[in-house]
């Protein structure tokens, strides 16, 4: 077993100018390795009978390893003409055993390659399982998966190693010996980073997702990103006429704007997009939700056509419970100063109708849309004749009946759903007992839809209530992000400095933020969507409270029990 230091004349001078985002590809430690085997396939039971690695970072060798490897049973004929390695030669060589291990260390910190990487990093796990050795959690980048992309068949016949070392002139012949392969993969390496940092790849990232598909009028947008900074926020792709294109977020803006123009962008709407973007503008935030809630906002604003999601914050729709001397559900667009109850806000009508048909399984209250007085007098209805509605309209039922099961329904709204989830159950069973299967997943399906809206609605009301909630997360680097929450919408977000007095900045803060006034009944003060981003961000593990102003609370018995419910088969 063998580690050395040998340092060739760098063959990469290209890679030494680059200064990009990302980890620039000189600054990445490559191990770049190679293994003989007894043949092609562990799960036949094959063994490695040779380890070569080269290491590499910024086009210099930092050492090389080789080892011979004793596979503990004979090594085919013709394997042994192939590769040189005979049954002799291992004899005395050490186990996998002890190899593996010295390999391990050699590669650690570094970024593994392979030429084919899926037979060499894949004996080389299996063989770390066997032994119970915890495997690293190695990057790897295989030349053979890059090379289809950079070496055309005009230049090589097939992209074996054999092939591309004669095409980038690699100063080592591969013999099928492990370390000689490897250093000819080396300058395969080498040679497939000079020709594609050409065309603006110059990090690791973006050598990971390059893919040639990707057209050369997008890879030449790429110095969009140049004015971007390194830091969270919101980016807007705009076309020639300044429309807003697309908005996306990022925790590094230009790094994520220039994966657009050089990584492998599956999305056909997006390449699209690309194609007619003319500028990037970026909008630094303090906070990943800070950008969150902006990315939001600008895309309620802008309504841009390449965004699918969250473009009509303001299409919902509400479930309420009017307030009327007969009351009844009804479906609304919006919440109003009437002192009525309202579930939602639902995504979509249908989920908002499937909620609505669940409660009239359970409440006979009347489903006409007409006006009563308190003494109505008109002829019953077909639901009334099938006792599916209590009937006021033909004096069936008094006031004082029919307002105790209307409180009951409030109940089950804004605080208890036991009666319409015990009932829905009972029924979904009973239809399951007769094989009734697709009927029962209707009656689930409606349940879930009420059980999710009026989950919704008790998580937003409890935050809406609250005129003022101050949480602050110490993030990743170490610093305390702080974000001041007002009747649910983001009123300001920033982090600690350091050495700062905390106390002092987020008073400070607190008297910058934004003057948010409360919205009507359970509607926060900013989208559904936001507010349910920051309440994420509030409920994650480390958030801790510095103020809250008003009452945080959710029913114990309220909806959020059942939502397990939601997902489970009849």
């Known amino acids: 077993m063998t580690s050395t230091a040998a340092l060739p004349a760098p063959r990469w001078e290209e890679q030494r100018s680059f200064d990009e985002l990302g980890r620039a590809l000189r600054d990445v430690t490559f191990c770049v390795v190679d293994l003989e085997t007894t043949g092609g396939s562990v799960g036949d039971g094959d063994r490695i009978t040779e380890i070569g690695a080269v290491k590499v970072r910024g086009g210099e060798v930092l050492g090389e390893f080789q080892t011979l490897v004793n596979p503990h049973t004979a090594i085919p004929a013709f394997i042994a003409v192939l590769t040189g390695i005979t049954n002799r030669m291992v004899a005395d060589a050490p186990s996998i055993r002890s190899a593996l291990p010295a390999f391990l260390e050699f590669a650690a910190g570094s970024v593994l390659v392979a030429h084919n990487a899926r037979f060499d990093v894949g004996f080389l ?49 591969p013999n099928h010996r492990a370390l000689e392969d490897a250093r000819a993969t080396v300058d395969v390496l080498h040679g497939l980073m000079e020709r594609l940092g050409g065309l603006g790849v110059h990090t690791l990232e973006e050598l990971q997702g390059y893919n040639a598909r990707v057209a050369s009028a997008s890879r030449r947008k790429r110095h969009l990103a140049d004015t971007l900074p390194h830091a969270p926020g919101v980016y807007l792709f705009r ?8 908005v996306g977020t990022s925790r590094d803006l230009r790094r994520r704007v220039r994966s657009y123009f050089t990584a492998s962008e599956k999305r056909t709407r997006i390449g699209q997009m690309v194609q007619l973007a003319a500028s990037v503008t970026g909008i630094e935030c303090a906070t990943p939700l800070e950008a969150e809630v902006r990315e939001l906002r600008l895309i309620a604003e802008h309504k841009p056509p390449y965004n699918r999601r969250s473009r009509h914050p303001e299409k919902v729709t509400w479930l309420k419970l009017t307030r009327e001397p007969w009351p009844r559900l009804s479906l609304v667009k919006r919440v109003l100063d009437d002192d009525a109850d309202y579930v939602g806000p639902f995504s979509s009508r249908a989920s908002a109708e499937s909620s609505l048909a669940a409660l009239h399984e359970v409440f006979p209250i009347r489903q006409c849309n007409e006006r009563f007085g308190r003494k109505p007098s008109r002829s019953p209805c077909a639901l009334a004749e099938m006792d599916r ?53 209707h009656h689930r399906d409606r349940l879930a839809d009420f059980i999710r809206g009026s989950a919704r609605t008790q998580r937003l009301a409890a935050l809406t209530g609250c005129p003022e909630v101050v949480a602050a997360r110490r993030e990743d680097d170490g610093r305390w992000a702080v974000h001041v929450v007002r009747h649910g919408r983001l009123a300001a977000a920033g982090v600690i400095p350091s050495g700062a007095d905390a106390l002092t900045w987020v008073d400070s803060l607190r008297l910058t933020a934004e003057t948010v006034l409360p919205a009507l009944g359970p509607t926060p003060a900013a989208t559904a969507e936001e507010t349910e981003r920051i309440l994420r961000w509030l409920e994650a593990p480390g958030v801790r409270l510095v103020d809250v102003v008003g009452e945080w609370t959710c029913p114990v018995q309220g909806a959020a029990r059942h939502v397990a419910l939601t997902t489970l088969a009849p």
């Open 125 to 173: 796990r299996h063989f770390a399982q066997e032994q119970d050795l915890v495997w690293p959690d190695f990057e790897v980048l295989d030349t053979v998966k890059l090379a289809r992309h950079v070496v055309s068949r005009d230049e090589a016949p097939n992209h074996k190693l054999s092939s591309l070392a004669r095409v980038f002139r690699a100063s080592t012949t």
């Open 239 to 246: 076309d020639e006429r300044e429309r807003v294109l697309y």
């Open 389 to 441: 509605c209590l009937a006021p309209c033909d004096g069936s039922v008094d006031e004082k009946s029919y307002g105790a099961v209307v409180r009951q329904l409030q109940d089950t709204l804004l605080r208890r759903p036991d009666d319409v989830v015990d009932l829905v159950q009972a029924r979904m069973s009973a239809l399951a007992e007769q094989e009734r299967f697709e009927e029962a997943a």
